[in-house]
């Protein structure tokens, strides 16, 4: 169970700290991830995995390509979408309301040549996840990211300063799927893009319950204690 405010802040090396940091801007998560890459490699703050939603917006990773997104870029400034390169893995994805957005911002066990089984882990806790739903998950032989139903219903890009990783994974739990369609997901032709919601015969959960049964099954997955904190609790980000 996730340790609450209330509690002491432990900050030993089998500490996970959780924060939610619910619907917020990707710019402002974008800096405050940083700001946390820098506590980290400094020692001021534990391991951590933050949780959040986005308004609509397109991300370019570093094997990213413009044509893969089929839309033009007036298209997306009348509806008042960005589109941002940034230094993740990967090629282009989307974040829209109804997607669980997970970036740790920590070591990675064993350093930076064990980034694809740290990135194996991550979507071992979403296949463990979607499993507590009743959905069955899997992985794509070469493809980071988790499938499920025929369609891709996660998606994943890292990076990595002096071995602490940030950015993350999307998972899809009960998002719009039409900003999908503008483009090739992960620079993937002909990938169909599902959700949680668009494969359960019930109502979706809510986002927090996905958010409580991947940090259950990601600590379990690491061996770490988590401890809920707050946003207001986190070094503030960068200007």
């Known amino acids: ?29 974008w800096r405050l991830q940083k700001a946390l890459v820098e506590a980290r490699l400094r020692g001021h703050v534990p391991d951590l995995l933050l949780f959040t939603e986005h308004e609509p917006v397109f991300t370019l990773g570093r094997a990213g390509a413009r044509q893969n997104l089929l839309v033009t870029d007036s298209f997306l400034q009348e509806r008042g ?12 994805t989307c974040h829209v309301p109804g997607q669980l957005v997970g970036y740790p911002v920590m070591r990675i066990p064993g350093g930076d040549r064990r980034v694809r089984a740290f ?14 739903f009743g959905i069955r998950g899997q992985r794509t032989s070469g493809q980071p990211g988790v499938w499920a139903g025929g369609g891709k219903i996660a998606f994943m890009g890292l990076a990595v300063k002096h071995g602490i990783c940030f950015h993350g994974f999307a998972l899809n739990v009960s998002p719009d799927l039409t900003p999908f369609s503008w ?21 979706p959960p809510a ?3 996905v958010m409580q049964v991947f940090t259950d099954c990601f600590c379990s997955l690491l061996g770490r204690a988590p401890c809920k904190v707050s946003p207001e609790e986190l070094p503030p980000p960068h200007p």
């Open 207 to 209: 986002i927090g319950e």
């Open 183 to 203: 483009m090739h997901p992960c620079g993937l032709q002909d990938t169909r893009v599902t959700s949680m919601q668009s494969l359960l015969h019930t109502p």
């Open 81 to 92: 979408i960005p589109c941002l390169t940034t230094e993740r893995g990967g090629d282009v």
């Open 1 to 29: 169970m996730i340790r609450r405010p209330s509690e002491p802040r432990p900050g030993g090396p089998r500490t996970l700290w959780v924060a939610d940091l619910g619907l917020h801007p990707y710019a402002d998560a």
């Open 119 to 132: 990135m194996n882990t991550l979507e071992e806790a979403i296949i463990r996840t979607l499993d507590g």
